[in-house]
């Protein structure tokens, strides 16, 4: 069984209170747990103390990133909370810096991962309809996927020496949401992946 860490990045506010990421990580937390599993959850309204952060991080082998996509990207809490989790562990913890040596400072840029025999999973809830994505005709995204919109999330758990899990997406989750279908497809990507 593995050691799972499950991190809420939603960060309330009076446009959206985050009840479908929060049911997200409890349906997780205890699918997972009946497993067999050890879960730990944090969320960004906890106490974040660094040290304590980072001791998740050597204790998990999997880590489940819950996030809605605000303008494109994580929330401000959770870009908070990478600053200051992330930076810390780049003694040796997530990160031996960047894993350039003296010897070749030009090649091997994100190279030091440190926590190279865990996984992660992005986990996002959407206002964009799932067409949006994959479709070159789209005008927004322009053909791109889930996954190129959010590499920036993936080259941070790589910088690490993590590997990615399949990516969960729930979408149009404000205009025309399928919350119950949503969450069946959850927990098979769940059973299928951990």
């Not at 929060?22 to 349906?27: M, R, T």
């Not at 067409?131 to 889930?146: A, C, K, M, Q, W």
């Amino acid at each position: 069984m593995s050691n799972i860490l499950i991190i809420n990045a939603h960060e309330p506010s009076p446009f959206s209170q985050g009840k479908l990421n929060a049911a997200l990580v409890e349906k997780a937390r205890q699918q997972l747990s009946d497993k067999g599993h050890q879960v730990r959850v944090v969320t960004m309204q906890d106490d974040i103390i660094v040290d304590e952060q980072l001791e998740h991080f050597e204790w998990a082998d999997r880590i489940i990133l819950q996030s809605p996509v605000n303008w494109m990207t994580i929330p401000w809490s959770f870009k908070k909370y990478m600053d200051d989790v992330f930076t810390g562990g780049m003694g040796g913890t997530l990160c031996n810096f960047d894993g350039r040596s003296a010897d070749e400072p030009k090649k091997n840029y994100g190279t030091g991962g440190a926590r190279t025999n865990t996984k992660y999973m992005l986990s996002f809830t959407f206002n964009a309809p799932e067409e949006s994505f994959n479709d070159e005709n789209e005008y927004l995204f322009e053909g791109r996927s889930v996954d190129d919109l959010m590499f920036h999330m993936h080259a941070n758990f790589r910088f690490f020496g993590m590997s990615a899990l399949p990516t969960f997406a729930c979408y149009d989750v404000m205009k025309n949401a399928d919350i119950d279908n949503d969450f069946k497809r959850f927990a098979a990507h769940l059973d299928e992946n951990f």
